[in-house]
């Protein structure tokens, strides 16, 4: 991982912010959206997403309902009125109609050109009346006094007022216009029948009287259709029947010929002007019947929009229990496994995918608990190599005082008789004197081993306590401390470390002996950093590469004075640090030994180093 970075991309559950703490990538926006208008409380809780969910779509089906409760009233009533105004107004033709057909009637019997003389009167209105249809009840040939001709013959010769009451009417409104005829505006009975009066002139003093029965039906399909006058009074009436309460729709259509609709508290009526007369059609019926239709739907639409909602809640609250539920019970579970507690009860009959969840949980608890006892034998192991590593130090603290007293202290009694003999010898005993030198050169090679095995010995613990210093402080500390000879140090770049300075003393100047005893005393020595540590590099032929396995182990050397050891103790020292050392093969020049896990992520101040971000991200 490159240092300074931060590979935790995971979204902060507690509402934090839309990027992450690495590269700033954005939500997208439906994320953004979803965080903004969902409160945190709701996004973290199953139960709370389902019982939302629940709730807008009651809410939806709630609305729709009543959209459409509203809008089959709307429709099933404009349906409802169309039809009571279509049948209002078919009622109404058919009276025009009827009026009209009866009153051709009456003009061809009042025709002068046809009537024949009074002596023959009541053959030709006999003719009349056959040729009429069965509506005609009787025609009647009268004067201004009485009934002169009858199809009928109790009205012959009888007085016009005491006969013909229900034509006075007509009879008034006749006038002298010879092709006038003139309506009853009341109906009356005869012979148990609804009829109408239609009088037409035949001469100055007399006229024709057209009793005709009344056909067109106005009552069914629960409506009534009422005949009024201009002057508000009933056509078809009875004694039973109520005045006519005149509206301002009845006045309007009257005005202005045309159809009108209103509606009172309990029914809705239809006003139609019929043609050639001065009759209005009054179309009545009770909104129970005219909407009841209406009232039916919207009932069928609240009872569907209600079951629908019951059964919204009978299924929410079964995914709840069924799938709410059992998560909660295994969160509470889990959370005790968090604890430390295994001893959980995660079975379950379920064999759906709550119950293979919860099947893989107790397998998982199952593992931990495996790989928890696999962890009290390893740490009860490790503790029994602990013991044994105290042991075995403990044997190596005696076997480095055994080198520092028991062997430093006869070398120096050695080195002592070595100096007397040379004291004693003269320039005339040069073949005695080069021995005694390869003398005090073995002991000095001795004194050399015995400081590489203590090095091994005590600087191979880790390290308990450190420092933080400067790479390159520490890097001309030690090349101050060997014969550097005529070779150089260069320092590339440099940065603070921490660790124990005086093993890495060591370090560093058994490494700069390395190049000068296998390069030459004209050697180049470059100490650099890397992206988690730092180099040591020389400019020498490099490290064979059948030689690259094994030089860090003991006894390995190429030199016939070298002792084997001082590269092992590099790597003992790096490694009681925590690091790792190793040799480069790929820098194309001579030896490079690389020290890596050095620094942490934290640790890397590119700001004191040429490496940029752009060098951090070349290894991800």
Avoid: C
Avoid at 222 to 227: F, H, M, R, S, V
Avoid at 504 to 524: C, K, M, Q, W, Y
């Amino acid at each position: 991982m490159s240092p300074g970075r931060n590979t935790d991309s995971t979204e902060s559950t507690g509402g934090g912010p839309d990027v992450t703490d690495g590269d700033p990538e954005p939500l997208p926006l439906y994320r953004r959206v979803y965080r903004w208008v969902t409160p945190t409380f709701v996004r973290r809780r199953l139960g709370m997403k389902l019982l939302v969910s629940l709730l807008l779509v009651v809410v939806l089906i709630g609305l729709i309902g009543l959209v459409t409760y509203v809008e089959i009233q709307g429709t099933i009533q404009e349906e409802a009125t169309a039809e009571l105004e279509t049948t209002a107004q078919l009622r109404a033709e058919s009276v025009g109609q009827w009026i009209a057909g009866t009153r051709a009637q009456t003009a061809l019997a009042a025709d002068p050109e046809l009537a024949p003389n009074e002596t023959d009167m009541g053959a030709y209105l006999s003719a009349a009346k056959d040729g009429g249809g069965d509506s005609i009840i009787d025609i009647h040939y009268v004067d201004s006094n009485s009934v002169l001709a009858s199809t009928n013959d109790d009205y012959t010769g009888r007085e016009l007022a005491v006969v013909g009451a229900d034509w006075a009417g007509p009879l008034d409104r006749l006038g002298s216009d010879p092709d006038a005829i003139a309506v009853s505006n009341r109906s009356y009975t005869v012979d148990g029948e609804r009829a109408i009066a239609l009088v037409g002139r035949t001469t100055a003093d007399r006229a024709v009287v057209v009793v005709s029965q009344f056909d067109p039906e106005l009552t069914d399909n629960d409506i009534d259709t009422a005949l009024v006058t201009a002057d508000g009074e009933r056509v078809l009436t009875t004694d039973s029947d109520t005045e006519f309460e005149r509206t301002d729709g009845f006045s309007t259509a009257i005005e202005e010929r045309t159809v009108r609709t209103v509606e009172t508290d309990d029914e809705v009526r239809t006003y139609v002007p019929i043609e050639g007369t001065d009759w209005v059609a009054v179309s009545t019926a009770s909104k129970d019947n005219l909407y009841g239709v209406s009232a039916t739907v919207g009932r069928n639409v609240v009872v569907l929009t209600l079951a629908a909602l019951v059964s919204l809640g009978v299924v929410g609250l079964v995914i709840g229990r069924s799938t709410v539920v059992p998560l909660v019970h295994l969160r509470e579970q889990i959370r005790e496994i968090e604890s430390g507690s295994l001893d959980v009860d995660l079975e379950t009959t379920r064999e759906d995918e709550i119950g293979r969840l919860f099947g893989a949980f107790e397998n998982m608890r199952d593992a931990l608990e495996q790989q928890f006892q696999d962890a009290r034998q390893a740490r009860h192991e490790a503790e029994s190599s602990r013991q044994e590593m105290e042991r075995q130090n403990r044997r190596l603290d005696q076997f480095a005082s055994t080198l520092s007293h028991d062997l430093r202290n006869p070398l120096a009694v050695a080195r002592g008789h070595v100096e007397l003999l040379r004291t004693k010898l003269t320039d005339s005993q040069p073949e005695l004197t080069e021995h005694v030198e390869k003398i005090d050169g073995a002991h000095d090679r001795i004194d050399s081993i015995i400081g590489d095995v203590l090095t091994l010995t005590r600087k191979g613990e880790s390290v308990e306590e450190s420092d933080r210093f400067e790479l390159e402080d520490a890097a001309r500390e030690a090349w101050r401390n060997i014969d550097s000879k005529d070779a150089t140090l260069e320092i590339e770049n440099s940065i603070s470390i921490e660790g124990d300075r005086s093993r890495l003393l060591r370090a560093f100047e058994n490494l700069f002996r390395n190049s000068i005893d296998h390069v030459g005393p004209e050697v180049t020595v470059t100490v650099g950093l890397t992206e988690d540590g730092f180099y040591i590099e020389d400019d020498g032929p490099g490290i064979p590469d059948e030689e690259m396995d094994s030089i860090f182990e003991y006894g390995h050397t190429t030199s016939e004075d070298g002792t084997g050891l001082g590269l092992s103790i590099v790597k003992t020292i790096a490694e009681a640090h925590g690091w790792s050392v190793w040799i480069d093969g790929t820098s194309g020049r001579g030896a490079r030994f690389v020290f890596s896990d050095v620094f942490g992520s934290e640790d890397r101040l590119f700001e004191q180093s040429e490496f940029t971000w752009q060098h951090a991200r070349t290894d991800d």
